[in-house]
């Protein structure tokens, strides 16, 4: 493997702190252009990126946030989260978000903490770039593994050139605002949203780096 390649792979983390230092547009399009390469099912290539900017990103995130602290929000279109947690996940849930929370001394029970940290989504956390991921309703599953991808290799050439990102399922909460922002038509689903910009050392949350399950713990290899 190509040391740079791991490099941009292994230094991926979701970063909730983000200087005020401009992406420019082109390095913007080269990580979309690039990314783009991401397999899909016969080529469908089904994903929408909108990208938010100045004035535009800063208008849709303050309606959004707004609303989050009046506690209105839509109904998320899709199953993110499943009905019924269980072991393990709801333990990896609860140790990485405990292990946040600690950094930013949110003690166990503040709730009033916990929502002011969940409306820094809405503001991108104050990265430069905001997106908005949507896919056509109609697609079925195998085209949600393709927008998977697709978001991965973001985050990856994203890393290449020195950005960092978060990918954010939470603007999918607020998807009517969004639509009244964006010009999305009904057919298309609001997946996500991803920061992009220049992490800030000096934001506790980014000291987070989240573990990872030994090869062997998630792996059978078959050779007889």
């Known amino acids: 493997m190509q040391p740079e390649v791991e490099a941009a792979i292994g230094s991926r983390r979701s970063i909730r702190g983000f200087t005020g230092q401009e992406v420019p547009r082109e ?12 397999p899909s099912m016969t080529n469908t290539q089904p994903w929408r990126v909108h990208v938010l900017t100045g004035a535009a990103r800063a208008r849709l995130s ?14 998320i279109e899709y199953d993110y989260y499943p ?18 929370y600690g950094l930013l001394g949110i003690g166990k029970g503040d709730r009033g903490a916990t929502a002011k940290q969940a409306g820094r989504n809405y503001g991108f956390f104050g990265a430069p770039v905001g997106m908005i991921f949507t896919i056509d309703r109609e697609l079925g599953l195998g085209s949600w593994l393709d927008i998977g991808m697709f978001l991965e290799n973001i985050m990856v050439a994203a890393r ?5 990102t978060c990918a954010q ?37 980014n000291a987070l780096v989240s573990p990872r399950e030994p090869v062997e713990n998630f792996t059978a290899f078959h050779d007889a």
């Open 27 to 38: 390095t913007v399009e080269r990580i979309l252009a690039v990314s783009s390469r991401s």
């Open 160 to 164: 290449g050139c020195g950005l960092d």
């Open 83 to 100: 009905k019924t947690w269980k072991s393990p996940y709801i333990d990896r849930r609860r140790q990485i978000g405990w292990a946040l």
């Open 169 to 205: 399922a939470a603007f999918a909460n607020y998807h009517a605002i969004i639509r009244r922002h964006l010009p999305i038509p009904d057919n298309e689903l609001v997946v996500c949203g991803l920061a992009l910009g220049y992490a800030d050392d000096a934001e506790p949350a």
């Open 62 to 75: 303050a309606e959004i946030l707004a609303a989050h602290e009046a506690g209105v929000e839509s109904a």
